[in-house]
């Protein structure tokens, strides 16, 4: 194989090089659609997932499970440098793989011949990575990266690293990367872009596109596909005005969002975010067994006990923990509420109406631990106030409405549904620390940790990376290094000067920070540099916000509602 081979790792390495060169969208377009113009078969497939951050097909939930520290000490080994040295390239690059590309420039280990690596062979060594386990296990995936690493340039480490560390962007989301394969292959995009939203798998979609095949991109399961997403709206009048016809409604739960496959004996259960969560929940994984069809469902799983949703705290116990012992199933009891279906015995069903689907669902009989959420039909702005204030009585979220004659558009946000939400509480804190962002973040504070008073001191309850314009993380960075009082590279603890507006979406007990308790979903709403440290809130507040989110969730009870 030659260096410039276009299935070799190494050009793989200088794509990416190039494209994060320039800032021009259509330059990165035509040098990806040049690139994978010269790729076929399984490397075509492997280029587009690497492109996009990922390793292996989502659908397969494979994982590495290889950390900085194991990859920090492969660099160390190769590069003969100190912790100190290694710890201060970091530091300036803020980026691990650009600190190992000046590190390993001058290695004191080199191979006697060097093996240059397809983008098919770094998969399959990887794939052989994620079968390790047992004892031993740390030494013997280290030996397998440290082999690869060795045969690699100083280019090809870096996004070698890159890929592993979960920080491949280089101006490319998989919006830009359907673009690349729509140009390369001379397909429509909207093709393109539907058949990556149904197979969630940018490799195929490349694939099938060069085949020109795009038609035969379907929805199947065991394979997990984009959600429909819904708009928020602020009240009633603008949904009736913007609808103008009854709608489906339903209470929105407050769990995780599930999409639940089965074909034949097969279960698999996947989370919003593309990951497999079938073993987190064996009671509804074995509910959903009982189902005697082949389907694909859209649901959200819950903690529920006599009737009732119990608090999002609780489900999160479950989720945190590794093993889901019986004890745990018994204490905290879970239900999967199925509000549609994409797929039924072999038929894709996701283009018929809403209505329909609902029809659809009524017929199957669902087991104890999975359940068919009720819903309304409701018109008027006084019906949908009314239900709205039934929900948040009940401790809902709120209501989920939805066009009755919509079909469910895969992997799309837009109006078909809607979400009508009580207003968030929010509490003014006071930055107390800040650590380092990364990707485009890279290098700024970002990330603040910050605090609320109780009884004359400062203790922390969490952290939040959201809400700000770049202007102002630049401008707050700044900030937050001129009031520095330590140092520790990647975070800083500052003197308390700032107070900030946090909107947030509940609160739980917590043993990571000394209040007892973390914001849940905590996100930045505004700078109050019209208030002093002085005037942040409290722990007393947040008991009592705390109390009142327990006392409105112990009430919620599906059971109430009618048809």
């Not at 320039?22 to 377009?29: G, I, P, R």
């Not at 520290?69 to 440098?81: D, F, P, R, Y």
């Not at 530091?91 to 001058?106: P, Q, T, V």
């Amino acid at each position: 194989m030659t260096d410039y081979d276009s299935t070799s790792f190494q050009t793989f390495a200088i794509t990416c090089e190039n494209m994060r060169k320039t800032s021009s969208k259509n330059l990165k377009v035509e040098i990806l659609a040049n690139y994978l113009r010269s790729l076929d078969g399984e490397n075509l497939k492997v280029a587009c997932r690497l492109l996009s951050g990922e390793i292996f097909p989502s659908h397969e939930s494979l994982e590495l499970q290889v950390g900085y520290s194991a990859l920090v000490n492969i660099i160390k080994e190769l590069s003969g440098k100190d912790d100190e040295t290694l710890r201060r390239t970091y530091l300036r690059y803020g980026d691990l793989g650009e600190a190992a590309e000046e590190i390993l420039s001058a290695k004191v280990i080199e191979p006697l011949v060097r093996e240059r690596y397809t983008l098919v062979d770094i998969e399959e060594k990887l794939r052989k990575v994620t079968e390790i386990s047992g004892k031993g296990s740390y030494q013997e995936k280290r030996q397998t990266l440290l082999g690869l690493y060795l045969n690699m340039t100083p280019l090809e480490s870096k996004y070698f690293t890159k890929l592993l560390t979960g920080e491949m962007r280089i101006g490319l989301v998989a919006g830009l990367v359907v673009e690349g394969i729509t140009k390369a292959f001379n397909q429509k995009y909207e093709e393109v872009n539907e058949a990556y939203l149904l197979t969630n798998d940018i490799g195929k979609t490349a694939y099938l596109a060069r085949l020109n095949r795009l038609s035969d991109a379907r929805l199947e399961p065991l394979c997990q596909t984009n959600f429909m997403l819904a708009e928020a709206m602020q009240t009633a009048q603008e949904i009736t005005e913007y609808f103008g016809k009854k709608l489906i409604c339903e209470y929105k739960l407050d769990g995780v969002r599930a999409q639940c496959h089965k074909k034949g004996e097969l279960v698999r259960i996947f989370t919003r975010r593309g990951n497999e969560a079938t073993n987190s929940f064996p009671e509804i994984a074995e509910g959903l067994r009982e189902i005697p069809h082949d389907y694909i469902f859209d649901g959200e799983i819950v903690a529920y006990m006599d009737d009732k949703v119990l608090p999002f705290t609780l489900l999160q116990q479950r989720l945190q923990r590794k093993e889901i012992s019986e004890d745990l199933m018994q204490k905290i009891p879970l239900s999967l509420f199925v509000y549609d279906v994409l797929y039924l015995d072999g038929r894709p069903v996701y283009k018929e109406t809403l209505k329909e689907r609902k029809r659809l669902l009524e017929k199957i009989q669902f087991p104890k631990k999975v359940r068919m959420l009720e819903y309304t039909l409701v018109g008027a702005k006084e019906e949908i106030e009314k239900k709205f204030h039934e929900s948040v009585e009940k401790g809902f979220e709120g209501l989920m409405l939805k066009d009755p004659e919509s079909i469910y558009t895969v992997g799309k946000r837009g109006k078909n549904w809607v979400k009508l939400k009580k207003e968030l509480d929010t509490l003014d804190v006071v930055i107390v620390g800040a650590e380092k962002g990364h990707g485009k973040r890279a290098g700024i504070f970002s990330d603040y940790i910050f605090a609320i008073w109780d009884n004359g001191e400062l203790k922390t309850i969490g952290k939040a990376y959201s809400g700000l314009t770049d202007k102002e993380l630049y401008e707050m960075s700044d900030r937050l290094k001129s009031m520095a009082i330590r140092d520790e590279g990647w975070r800083i603890i500052v003197n308390p000067q700032i107070v900030i507006e946090v909107a947030f979406n509940g609160i739980q007990k917590s043993s990571r920070h000394e209040s007892g308790y973390a914001l849940r979903f905590p996100r930045i709403v505004r700078i109050r540099d019209d208030k002093s440290i002085e005037q942040a809130d409290s722990l007393q507040q947040v008991r009592e916000i705390y109390l009142r989110q327990q006392k409105t969730a112990s009430g919620k009870d599906i059971s109430e509602q009618t048809m």
